[in-house]
């Protein structure tokens, strides 16, 4: 009552100017990151942003449950219940295990590591990859006797460059997926030769980059038998085997939530009976920030709609956006800079507003550049901040010159090699 109350007795034009006051207060502390050495937590912004818009009446609350896309939200929660499952039962450990003990140089492990986070990342979430393989990939380093900071940054490129190829592969293509409707195959059909060539060049440069430290030679013996729970490793992984096999029969985006969240139920419920694993367990490694970041950016966004102040911004981009090829050009170094300036969730949101529902080459060009422009620094990605928080706990510390030195050569390279071939392979 009290908020109709506040929206009936407020003109459109207070309503609009508040509407825009948080929306640009909220995306303004997004790239801030911290004010005056105190963090600022991405999660607890949009928050904030969301319920700023109930409190001044731009939206009800009704609406702001309308404007929540409960498609994206469930489609995360179930595909980082299946990829815990895989954790909690070492499914991480026997990989980089087996890698280390059939690498007989650095850059062998090197190309097998890009390679397997790569298609680990198309098959899951990124972000969750990238925190459960971080630990594992540095007590293998340590054990390999070779430093870790090369194979911490690679870690991070290899997982943004990889969930590019599917619309499971990050939450920003989650997003894309549910608002454009683009199937799951006709996704990747474009997308995994685009995702390949990137991977190659990514996988050259990083080695480029960081060559002398790759020079040393390593010591395969050193590596440590990794306990495995093989039983509950065989049910996540058939069970995730199984949903992707179901997201490539899918006719439509709209089933991968529910593709997606029977999966990951599947697991929740029956891994304790094939494991020691609980519930718990599961549930408590489920990343609840980027959830809690999406639910406060729907609401953000729909007060946006809902002021009239999206049609602003729309405007504002036509132009721009109206043209083939100069509109491709134009959205992907837009969204390569705001991909940078407030991390690419929030970015593809945005720009989610000025894409043309039926434009498919807009819609990947969207998908593939605000991912590979989080690979230019530290903060350009949450999958990034995961990995180098990760690595901190474990003692490796990875500076912003580390990972700069391979990030923005593989941004460049990729962002150029991407946006060329959307351009030659998907109709405009």
Known sequence: MAVRFIRA?????????????????????????????????RPGVAMLGGAL?????????AEALLAI???????????????????????????SSRIASRAKSQISFLTWLMVATATLSALVVNDTVALLVTPVVIRTARALRVNPVPYVV???????????????????????????????????????????????????????????????PIVASAVPPVPVQRRGVALTFGVMIAVSAAFLASPSPVWLPLVALAGGSFVLFFLPFFSNVTPRALIAKVDWGIILFFIGLF???????????SNTIQDGFTSALGGRSGGLVWLVGLSALLSNLISNVPAV???????????????????ASSTLAGNATILGAACNVIVVQGASRDGVTVTMKDFVKAGLPVTAATLVLSTVLIALLVPA
């Open 349 to 367: 949101l945005l720009l989610a507003e000025v894409v043309p529902q039926n434009s498919t080459q807009l819609w990947l060009a969207l998908a």
């Open 69 to 95: 896309n409960l498609n994206v939200i469930l489609l995360l929660v179930g595909m980082m219940i299946l990829v815990s499952g895989l954790e909690v039962c070492g499914f991480f450990d026997l990989v």
């Open 53 to 61: 818009m109930l409190l001044f009446g731009v939206l009800t609350p």
């Open 9 to 41: 007795s407020l003109p459109s034009s207070v309503t609009l100017a508040l509407a825009t006051a948080v929306f640009l207060v909220t995306y303004v502390l997004i790239s801030l990151r911290t004010i005056r050495r105190f963090p600022i937590e």
């Open 154 to 216: 690679a870690v991070a490129i290899a997982a943004n460059v990889g969930s590019v190829a599917t619309e499971v592969g990050n939450p920003q293509n989650a997003f894309i997926a549910i608002r454009s409707g683009i199937p799951f195959v006709v996704f990747s059909a474009y997308l995994l030769p685009v995702t390949v060539a990137c991977l190659a060049v990514s996988i050259g440069l990083v080695w480029l980059v960081f060559r002398k430290e790759f020079a040393a």
């Open 299 to 309: 609401i953000v966004l729909g007060g946006v709609r809902a002021s009239g102040l």
